[in-house]
């Protein structure tokens, strides 16, 4: 995920796969800043002391992290943009003749790859973890997704697999039980009133004053029992029609103005679900990356069905929320989910 997610920020491709070990120590320098996250949103001038201090001095594994990216960022406003041989969201933002040059500046460019580069990797990187676990400890789910899997002819791409209603949603409740960001993300209008209109008493308005800072809880969101009965329970027919009514299958994704009709003949329950699911927040701030983790999701899960993988020392714990560091942490010291290739599935 981290090298895809590389080429569309940077348009290069480090190519971790080559190198399992580098690899791993790049998800442990995100997991080592994402560690950090409460310290520095609370003292952010903390950040900006480390940065004056000489390599290897403290927190070494943030500041290597903020200064690969701070590599890449120079790369891309080194170049002209006719010597530009892969576009990527940085050369974009670089060329944009609406941008002021305060939002073009290096360091304003880091800090939105180093958010990109966590939000791009970690986050699809749970969901993916903890689908992989229900799917191995519960070998029933595991067979659905094979039957529809092979129903369908065995499909392979992105587009084809994300349109398989199991499959969406499997990749639904992962993001359901992962959250997104567990921390709160306030936004601020600063100069309209937000009014707010009670959806069970359209008489009842809230009326919230410009520079307000308003957020919502993911995590309350995502276990809130009137909408996700059992809610720390991985249940992927609860986004299905056969359990509520017709046209239930959700795609893995947020309710777009599209989806908005399809919706008029879904159930209730499928409904509300769909609408309460912020794992990627709403609106025109939502995150620009929801539907490459869908496609990376719907391949990856696809791909490790045709293999016949049992789980090594790893229980719900390595998956389930223990933690709270701006995004889900299992238990301190898990060593992931980990497992056994016994060879292809069906050979």
């Not at 159930?267 to 983790?293: D, E, Q, Y």
């Amino acid at each position: 995920m981290k090298s895809i997610v590389n080429q569309y920020c940077f348009g290069n491709d480090p190519n971790l796969l080559s190198d399992m070990h580098l690899a791993n120590i790049r998800r442990n320098n995100v997991a080592s800043v994402l560690g950090q996250v409460k310290i520095m949103f609370h003292f952010g001038w903390i950040r900006t002391l480390m940065r004056l201090l000489p390599p290897g001095t403290i927190a070494r594994d943030m500041m290597m992290f903020r200064r690969r990216v701070r590599a890449a960022v120079d790369r891309v406003l080194a170049y002209e943009p006719s010597s530009d041989k892969t576009p990527s969201i940085f050369t974009h933002l670089r060329g944009d003749a609406e941008l002021p040059a305060a939002e073009k500046s290096a360091q304003r460019l880091e800090d939105e790859g180093v958010l990109m580069t966590m939000a791009g990797t970690y986050s699809p990187m749970l969901s993916l973890v903890a689908a992989q676990y229900h799917l191995l400890a519960r070998p029933e789910l595991m067979t659905k997704l094979r039957t529809e899997l092979a129903a369908h002819g065995s499909p392979t791409t992105a587009a084809q697999l994300e349109r398989l209603p199991y499959l969406s949603a499997i990749t639904q409740e992962a993001h359901r039980l992962t959250f997104g960001m567990t921390g709160r993300n306030p936004r601020v209008c600063p100069d309209e009133t937000i009014v707010y209109a009670h959806n069970r008493d359209p008489g009842q308005t809230y009326a919230f004053p410009p520079g307000t800072s308003l957020s919502v809880s993911t995590l309350v969101t995502h276990t809130d029992e009137s909408l996700f009965p059992s809610p720390w329970h991985f249940d992927p027919d609860r986004w299905l029609a056969t359990n509520d009514g017709p046209n239930g299958a959700a795609p893995a994704d947020q309710v777009t103005h599209e989806e908005q009709g399809e919706e008029q003949d879904a159930s209730p329950p499928i409904v509300s679900r769909r609408r309460s699911m912020i794992s990627f927040m709403r609106g025109p701030r939502t995150c620009i990356g929801r539907h490459l983790a869908n496609a990376e999701m719907a391949v990856l899960l696809a791909t490790m069905a045709r293999w016949n993988l049992e789980l090594f020392e790893t229980d719900e714990e390595d998956v389930r929320f223990k933690h709270d560091y701006h995004v889900m942490c299992p238990k301190l010291g898990s060593q992931g989910v980990r497992v056994k290739v016994r060879g292809k599935w069906g050979e």
